[in-house]
């Protein structure tokens, strides 16, 4: 088993930028395919972003295509998840995934295992 931690959430305005970080101990990530999910009040645990573990593979949500970037530093045992021009509507507690041993990238929540606490991200209008 795995343990995450995420952090790097805060309040930020609209067309603002943040960088959350999931930090693993327990076992190195180098062999997981990695996610981040969010959820905001009253709503579902949605997909936003997906690596494979050797990182030549990526998913995005659409309503983030084109200005989150998902990545890993192994060395770190860190997953990333760069976040530009937030708006209102990215406000939410996202959430990091890991499954062991895969190439493939996954967008649904219950293909992970391993989860961390949530961070909350908050973007002001």
């Known amino acids: 088993q795995v343990q995450l931690v995420e952090s790097g959430g805060g309040l930020v305005q609209t067309g603002g930028s943040l960088r959350l970080s999931c930090a693993a101990s327990?076992?190195?990530?180098?062999?997981?395919?990695l996610g981040w999910f969010r959820q905001a009040p009253g709503k579902e645990r949605e997909f936003v972003a997906a690596?494979?573990?050797?990182?030549?593979?990526?998913r995005y949500a659409d309503s983030v295509k084109g200005r989150f970037t998902i990545s890993r530093d192994n060395a770190k045992n860190t997953v990333y998840l760069q976040m530009n021009s937030l708006e209102p509507e990215d406000t939410a507690v996202y959430y990091c995934a890991a499954r062991a041993g895969s190439s493939y990238t996954y967008f649904t929540a219950r293909s992970y295992d391993n989860w961390g606490q949530g961070t909350q991200v908050t973007v002001s209008s």
């Open positions: 327990g076992r190195t990530l180098r062999n997981y395919s």
């Open positions: 690596l494979n573990w050797s990182g030549t593979s990526t």
